[in-house]
């Protein structure tokens, strides 16, 4: 059974720094990317930053210069530092997973920017 293990998130003042990690386990086949999505209630779910083999890494626009996905596919892990943050990064952020058969999500994890 394939688990996804997500930490980190929580509640930081504007301007402040968090870090979220994540690391799969259980039996998936080669692993093409992992990443970060976000979602807000009522809001579709957006992809934040994805870490491809290769080394090849994404972001969206808005996150661009303030946050940094790192990690290793074949260990299977995942992190994402996040500063700089803003109210409109709060959200529910979700790890993810690609394998070349399916995809897996974490369970999601709350990050709340306010003052």
């Known amino acids: 059974q394939v688990q996804l293990e997500e930490s980190g998130g929580g509640l930081v003042q504007p301007g402040g720094s968090l870090r979220l990690s994540c690391r799969a386990s259980g039996n998936i086949w080669r692993v093409d990317s992992m990443a970060w999505y976000r979602q807000v209630s009522g809001n579709q779910r957006e992809l934040v930053a994805k870490?491809?083999?290769?080394?090849?890494?994404n972001y969206k626009d808005s996150v661009m210069g303030r946050f940094t996905i790192s990690g290793d596919v074949d260990l299977r892990t995942v992190n994402l530092q996040m500063n700089s943050l803003k109210p409109e990064d709060t959200a529910v952020y979700y790890c993810?997973?690609?394998?070349?058969?399916?995809?897996?999500w974490g369970q999601g994890t709350q990050v709340t920017v306010s003052s």
């Open positions: 870490l491809l083999r290769g080394g090849d890494i």
């Open positions: 993810n997973v690609r394998s070349t058969v399916r995809e897996y």
